[in-house]
C-alpha cells in the first residue's frame, strides 16, 4: 500500500502552491499534479480555459468489470488566506503535530493528494480497477467553476461520455456523537442562488432631505432577508439521512420537532440542521463614493440555496422579500442536485465499513455546492466521498475556509486504503440497514 510519506507529502506540496481564487491560477498545481500522473505512466491531458486556469484530465482503464466509467473530479484552487490570522503559514505545507497544515488541507488539495498516492500506487503494482476511472483535477471551483469544471463539461465533454458516477468532496469524513462514529456520505446538495441586488434611487447632496436614498431601501431589502425565518422542508434524502442517524445513536429523533432536536444532539445535528430549510445570507455590500452624495444606485450580494423541489419557493419568498424597488440578477446559479443512497452508495458504504467496521455510513445532504453541480448536466451522479478517519477533537467543518486548516495524515492513509478498497475489490456491505 501507499506510505503515509508519500500522500502527505503530495498533499504538503500542493499547499505549498498558492492556488488561491481568485489570483494568479491553478497552473503549477496542476504542471504538478499532470507530472505525477505522467510519472508512472498514467498519461495526462492538460486543458486551459483562459491564461494560468489549467486543468488536468486522465483515463485509467479498468479490467472490464464494470462497464461504465466512475468520475473522480476534485479542485485545484484555494479560497484567501491572510496569514497574520493563522499560527502557521498558510501556504508552508508544514507537517506538524501528525498533521499537514494550511489553506486547502481539507478543501480540497488532501483529497487530490489521496487520489494521486491511490492511482500511483495502483500503477506500481500493475493492477486495474473494477471500472474505467477518470480523472479531472480542475480550476475555479471557490468561483463559479466557469474556468473548471463548467469549461471542461462544455469543451471536453467526450471525456466524460461513459461516466455514469462520480465522487469528490464533502463526504465520507467520520463524525462523532460520544463514541458513535458516523461517516455521512453526500447523496445530494442544496441548488445554489448567488444573486446581485440593485436598488435604484434619486442622487442628491448628503445635507439635503433625501427623495429616494437607494441605500435605505436595499437595506432595509436585506434586514427582511437576514431575518426571514425559513419554514422547514423535509426532503427524502434528509429523513433517510435522520433514520440513519437515529439507528446509529440508538435513539429516536422526532421528524415533527427537528428543532428540538438539535438542542438535544448538538453533534449529531450538525450532519442536517443545515439542509432542512432553504437559506439567504447577505454577504457583500457597494454603495456610494463619497460621504457627502446619495448615490444613485446601491448594490448588495446575497449567497441563496435552495433545497431539491424548492427553487420557485426560494425564489418567490426572496423576490417578496426584496419588495417593488429592488431588482435582483443571478451571479451564478446551480440547481440541486442527487444520486440515489443505494448502489454506488452500497460499495462506498462497504469500503468504509472494510477500513472501520464499528462506524455508521449515512446518506448525507450538502449545505453547501461542489463541481458535482456542473457534471450533472451531463446525467452523471454525484457522491461526496472524501474518506478521512478524524479525530474527536477536529472540527471538520470548521476547516473549510476557516483559519488553521489541517487534515491528519493518519486520516489522509486511512483515506487512500478506503478507496484502494472501493476501486479494486469487491466491497459487499454487511446485510444492515442504511
Known amino acids: 500500500m501507499t506510505t503515509t510519506t508519500e500522500v502527505a507529502d503530495i498533499c504538503s506540496t500542493l499547499i505549498r ?146 461516466c455514469t458516477e462520480a465522487i469528490s468532496e464533502s463526504g465520507g469524513f467520520s463524525w462523532h456523537e460520544g463514541d458513535t462514529r458516523i461517516y455521512p456520505v453526500a447523496v445530494g446538495e442544496r441548488g445554489t442562488a448567488w444573486m446581485r441586488l440593485t436598488a435604484k434611487g434619486v442622487a442628491g447632496h448628503g445635507s439635503k432631505p433625501a427623495a429616494d436614498n437607494p441605500v435605505v431601501e436595499l437595506s432595509r431589502a436585506l434586514v427582511r432577508i437576514a431575518e426571514h425565518r425559513w419554514p422547514v422542508r423535509l426532503t427524502p434524502a434528509v429523513a433517510t439521512l435522520i433514520e440513519g442517524l437515529s439507528r446509529a445513536l440508538g435513539t429516536t429523533i422526532d421528524l415533527d420537532r427537528l428543532d428540538e432536536e438539535i438542542e438535544r444532539l448538538p453533534q449529531a445535528s450538525m450532519l442536517f440542521k443545515g439542509v432542512l430549510r432553504n437559506s439567504a445570507n447577505p454577504t457583500m455590500l457597494d454603495a456610494g463614493y463619497k460621504v457627502n452624495v446619495i448615490p444613485g444606485t446601491a448594490h448588495a450580494h446575497v449567497d441563496g440555496r435552495f433545497l431539491p423541489g424548492y427553487r420557485d419557493e426560494f425564489l418567490e419568498t426572496i423576490d417578496r422579500l426584496l419588495g417593488p424597488k429592488v431588482t435582483r440578477e443571478f451571479v451564478s446559479m446551480g440547481e440541486a442536485v442527487s444520486a440515489p443512497a443505494e448502489g454506488l452508495f452500497d460499495q462506498l458504504r462497504g469500503a468504509l465499513l472494510a477500513e472501520d467496521p464499528t462506524g455508521h455510513p449515512v446518506p448525507y445532504v450538502m449545505t453547501g455546492g461542489t463541481d458535482a453541480k456542473a457534471f450533472a448536466q451531463l446525467g452523471i451522479r454525484g457522491y461526496g466521498f472524501a474518506p478521512l478517519l478524524l479525530p474527536p477533537d477536529l472540527n471538520y467543518f470548521g476547516m473549510f475556509h476557516g483559519v488553521d486548516e489541517r487534515v491528519p495524515v493518519e486520516g489522509l492513509e486511512f483515506g487512500v486504503r478506503v478507496l484502494d478498497r472501493l476501486l479494486l475489490a469487491e466491497t459487499e456491505p454487511p446485510a444492515t440497514e442504511h
Open 17 to 162: 502552491m498558492d492556488t488561491t481564487n481568485p489570483g494568479s491560477g491553478e497552473r503549477k498545481a496542476a504542471e504538478y499534479v499532470a507530472g505525477l500522473l505522467d510519472e508512472v505512466g498514467i498519461e495526462p491531458t492538460v486543458v486551459e480555459s483562459a491564461p494560468h486556469r489549467t486543468n488536468v484530465l486522465a483515463r485509467i482503464p479498468g479490467d472490464g468489470t464494470d462497464p461504465d466509467a466512475l468520475l473522480i473530479h476534485g479542485h485545484l484552487d484555494v479560497v484567501p488566506a491572510d496569514p497574520s490570522e493563522w499560527r502557521l503559514h498558510p501556504f508552508s505545507g508544514e507537517v506538524e503535530d501528525g498533521c499537514v497544515h494550511g489553506r486547502g488541507a481539507v478543501d480540497m488539495k488532501g483529497t487530490l493528494s489521496m487520489t494521486l498516492a491511490a492511482v500511483r500506487e495502483w500503477a506500481r503494482r500493475g493492477v486495474r480497477p473494477r471500472r474505467d476511472i477518470v480523472l479531472a483535477f480542475v480550476a475555479d471551483e471557490e468561483a463559479t467553476g466557469e474556468y473548471g469544471a463548467g469549461y471542461v463539461v462544455d469543451e471536453h465533454r467526450d471525456w466524460f461520455a461513459d
